[in-house]
């Protein structure tokens, strides 16, 4: 599997995406953080042997991807001048799981799509 793939983020970016939702949406956060209990995809060579450069493939349905964008949006508009930091996180990662549901919809079958309006 490319570690480049929508599907596929790293433990750090899995662990960050929690840290930011959890006091959001626990309950996602926590299927979030699940994630990372499952056994990671093997390293591509060159790789840092490091776990959190380890990846994850996402299996999650689109409702939650679209919850965990839209928790991220929410979260980068709560932070303070103090919390510039976390919000430039939060925007990267929202821009990661943005991917992540775009590639989504484009898997959908043309049936699918034109119920949706699409």
Not at 4 to 10: K, L, M, Q, Y
Not at 27 to 46: C, V, Y
């Amino acid at each position: 599997m490319n570690h480049n793939d929508p599907h596929v983020f790293s433990r750090g970016s899995l662990k960050l995406t929690y840290d930011l939702l959890r006091h959001i949406n626990p309950s996602l956060a926590l299927t979030i953080r699940n994630i990372t209990s499952l056994s990671p995809l093997p390293k591509l060579e060159g790789d840092v042997d490091n776990s959190i450069t380890d990846c994850f493939l996402i299996d999650l349905d689109s409702f939650q991807v679209r919850a965990v964008v839209e928790a991220l949006i929410k979260r980068s508009q709560l932070s303070s001048v103090e919390d510039a930091g976390m919000k430039v996180v939060a925007q990267a990662l929202t821009e990661d799981w943005i991917v992540l549901a775009h590639e989504m919809v484009e898997a959908l079958s043309d049936d699918d799509k034109e119920k949706l309006g699409l």
